[in-house]
T-cell receptor, first 111, second 116 residues
Framework: AQSVSQHNHHVILSEAASLELGCNYSYGGTVNLFWYVQYPGQHLQLLLKYFSGDPLVKGIKGFEAEFIKSKFSFNLRKPSVQWSDTAEYFCAVRAGNMLTFGGGTRLMVKP | KAGVTQTPRYLIKTRGQQVTLSCSPISGHRSVSWYQQTPGQGLQFLFEYFSETQRNKGNFPGRFSGRQFSNSRSEMNVSTLELGDSALYLC???????????????FGEGSWLTVV
């Protein structure tokens, strides 16, 4: 069965620090990749997605992610975080007939 | 365009009762998926409906069921509630089945269920 791993369960950063959240999956075929964000008290929102083409994708709010097929990874990055980025981040992978979510990473940004 | 709408937003039920949650997808979307979100288990897939037919099912007991109507609105039902069913239940919609490549799913705000 496919799986999606987000190894960092909790991340604490100061404002202006750089962010990288890891996402690894186990599936050897064609995949679609997503990052969703859930701000406190709000619903899951799509940050960015990768279907094909340029492996470096840019999303909303200055986020980007890079698909590295050889490493089965789709890490999320942001050069300089803000307090408003405090949220839970979920990686999701569509492979075969399943869309599977990672366990989530809680990010806290200290002002 | 209105987003995915879920009702009720919050509810409290007693063990042994049953509950029905409702979801209206984004206009034009024909697929509705349901997820259970808990702090310990994260997001777990319950089932997906497309054109009134269940297309995919997660690993949940038969107490969890759902259906979809001709207007694409969906309901999920949990019978004989247990304390462990306390969770945020999320509905997501997409234009076609969620596992079709190139498709994106959009989430509603969820229904918070507390079982006491």
């Amino acid at each position: 069965a496919q799986s999606v791993s987000q190894h960092n369960h909790h991340v604490i950063l100061s404002e202006a620090a750089s962010l990288e959240l890891g996402c690894n999956y186990s599936y050897g075929g064609t995949v679609n990749l997503f990052w969703y964000v859930q701000y406190p008290g709000q619903h899951l929102q799509l940050l960015l997605k990768y279907f094909s083409g340029d492996p470096l994708v840019k999303g909303i709010k200055g986020f980007e992610a890079e698909f590295i097929k050889s490493k089965f990874s789709f890490n999320l990055r942001k050069p300089s975080v803000q307090w408003s980025d405090t949220a839970e981040y979920f990686c999701a992978v569509r492979a075969g007939n399943m869309l599977t979510f990672g366990g989530g990473t809680r990010l806290m940004v200290k002002p | 365009k209105a987003g995915v709408t879920q009702t009720p937003r919050y509810l409290i039920k007693t063990r042994g009762q049953q509950v029905t949650l409702s979801c209206s997808p984004i206009s034009g979307h024909r697929s509705v998926s349901w997820y259970q979100q808990t702090p310990g288990q994260g997001l777990q897939f319950l089932f997906e409906y497309f054109s009134e037919t269940q297309r995919n099912k997660g690993n949940f007991p038969g107490r969890f069921s759902g259906r979809q109507f001709s207007n694409s609105r969906s309901e999920m039902n949990v019978s004989t509630l247990e304390l462990g069913d306390s969770a945020l239940y999320l509905c997501a919609s997409s234009p076609t089945t969620s596992y079709i490549s190139g498709n994106t799913i959009y989430f509603g705000e969820g229904s918070w269920l507390t079982v006491v």
